[in-house]
């Protein structure tokens, strides 16, 4: 962003950055639980991820074994959109599933 300030009557420009700062991004993490069932973890890396349903099912089996994994990886705005979706959704369906995000 540019700052202009005036200084013996002329108008002085003074360069703050010379580049924008590319945005932060934040993983977001499916969290296992022993209540979800495969079938609505797999249904949610598909429907809120965008992932293949070989993709998903993977991911899926890797959060049951190991207890969390990667979603995605967005935008701050996106990632928050994204968790609410998940929550909204496994509310709507009786599920506790739950993700968690952190800045890269
Ligand atoms: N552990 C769950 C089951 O055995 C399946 C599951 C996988 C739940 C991934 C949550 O993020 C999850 N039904």
Redesign the pocket.
């Known amino acids: 962003m540019d700052k202009y300030e005036l200084n013996n009557d002329e108008a002085i420009e003074i360069k703050e950055r010379q580049t924008a700062r590319p945005p932060s991004l934040y993983k977001v993490f499916?969290?296992?639980?022993?209540y979800?069932?495969?079938d609505f973890?797999t249904h949610i890396l598909e429907e809120i991820f965008h992932k293949s349903p070989v993709e998903a099912t993977q991911i899926?089996l890797h959060?049951?074994k190991n207890g969390k994994g990667l979603a995605g990886i967005f935008t701050r705005e996106i990632a928050e959109t994204r968790v609410v979706s998940v929550d909204e959704l496994s509310n709507q369906n009786g599920f506790p599933?739950k993700c968690s995000m952190e800045k890269e």
């Open positions: 499916l969290l296992n639980d022993d979800t069932t495969m973890v899926m959060v049951h599933l």
